[in-house]
């Protein structure tokens, strides 16, 4: 019999770990063979699994849209992250263009206390998942954060912006306008940016 359990990409564990903490968790008879995981339903952010001794051959799946990974790099930018992620956490969508997304913030060692700052909040940013590296500059740290995303869309930017709550609606919006036009879904988006010193009212200052 197939059973799930909801998955928290913050712990960042591997399969084996995870394979291990359900062995644990999870009361079986003396007899019984230990639990295996089949794979990670990144839609649901579930890990189904089952014992070895069970004959399922089929798993449910949710898995029907897109998933979207916002990957931003940051260093020493802990005042306005902040807000750009409190920004990211108010995000409004449609459900049948994305299903759901996760921001990778990647700090490129930061030493202005951002890595413990969110490891103190993480049920603020739920999702949030975050990496760290030795400095090596924004490039570096991007390629990172692609490695670590787990959305089917990347979307890049930096931790000194703060976005409008139809960010990733307007994204998914463009990208599907473009793939009709284009006929492929090998796509690129840009878009306009606020300059503003006034957060309360960002929408007020020049778009270029």
């Not at 490695?147 to 709550?165: H, M, N, P, R």
């Amino acid at each position: 019999m197939w059973s799930h359990v909801q998955f928290d990409r913050r712990l960042n564990g591997s399969l084996l770990e995870w394979t291990t903490l359900l062995n644990n968790q999870h009361q079986r008879p003396p007899d019984s063979k230990p639990i295996v995981i089949d794979t990670y339903d990144r839609c649901s952010d579930r890990i189904w699994f089952c014992s070895l001794s069970c004959n399922c051959h089929l798993r449910p799946t949710t898995c029907t849209e897109d998933v979207f990974s916002v990957v931003i790099p940051t260093y020493n930018r802990k005042p306005i992250l902040e807000k750009c992620l409190r920004a990211l956490e108010q995000q409004r969508f449609n459900p049948t263009h994305i299903s759901g997304y996760e921001v990778v913030v990647v700090d490129d060692g930061s030493t202005d206390s951002t890595v413990n700052w969110l490891q103190a909040r993480v049920e603020e940013f739920p999702h949030v998942r975050l990496f760290q590296q030795n400095h090596q500059g924004p490039a570096a740290a991007r390629n990172l954060g692609v490695e670590k995303a787990a959305g089917d869309t990347i979307i890049f930017i930096d931790s000194d912006l703060v976005v409008t709550d139809r960010f990733l609606q307007a994204h998914a919006e463009a990208l599907l306008q473009a793939e009709e036009t284009l006929e492929t879904n090998r796509l690129f988006t840009y878009g306009r940016v606020i300059n503003t010193c006034n957060f309360e009212n960002p929408t007020s200052g020049p778009i270029k």
